[in-house]
Nanobody, 131 residues
Framework: QVQLVESGGGVVQAGGSLRLSCTAS???????????VGWFRQAPGEEREFGAV????????EYGDSVKGRFTISRDVAMNTVYLQMNSLKPEDTAVYYC?????????????????????WGQGTRVIVSS
C-alpha cells in the first residue's frame, strides 16, 4: 500500500506563492520513481478538479486550463518528492489540494488528467488565498 502525504498548504494573499510537496511511504513502496503523479484540487461544494500531472521520468507534464502558466509540477528523485509550485495565486485557487499516484510502465501521462485513473491518494492539504 502506497501512502501519500501532502504538505505546504496554508493561507496566502492573492498574488502570492506556495509550494506543495507530495512524498510517498509504505511497507512495500517507498519511492515514487515508477509512478505517474498528479495534483487535483477540490473547493467546497465543487467537484474534484485536475491541476497537473507529471510522468515517471519527469519529462512530460500536463496542466489544467485554470492553472496553466501559473503552476509548475516537478519531481525530485533523490528526495522522492513531487512538487507543485503555485504562483500568482487567486482567491479561486482556494481548495483542498490532493496528490495522487499510480504505478505505470510507460513514460506517459495519457489519461491521467482524470481522477479515476489513480490508485493512490493523499489526505490533502488546504490552501486558502485571501483577496
Amino acid at each position: 500500500q502506497v501512502q501519500l502525504v501532502e504538505s505546504g498548504g496554508g493561507v496566502v494573499q492573492a498574488g502570492g506563492s506556495l509550494r506543495l510537496s507530495c512524498t510517498a511511504s509504505g511497507r512495500t513502496f517507498s519511492t515514487l520513481t515508477n509512478y505517474v503523479v498528479g495534483w487535483f484540487r477540490q473547493a467546497p461544494g465543487e467537484e474534484r478538479e485536475f491541476g497537473a500531472v507529471i510522468s515517471r521520468s519527469g519529462d512530460i507534464t500536463e496542466y489544467g486550463d485554470s492553472v496553466k502558466g501559473r503552476f509548475t509540477i516537478s519531481r525530485d528523485v533523490a528526495m522522492n518528492t513531487v512538487y507543485l509550485q503555485m504562483n500568482s495565486l487567486k482567491p479561486e485557487d482556494t481548495a483542498v489540494y490532493y496528490c495522487a499516484a499510480s504505478y505505470v510502465i510507460e513514460d506517459s501521462t495519457v489519461g491521467f488528467t482524470f481522477a479515476r485513473k489513480y490508485a493512490h491518494w493523499g489526505q490533502g492539504t488546504r490552501v486558502i488565498v485571501s483577496s
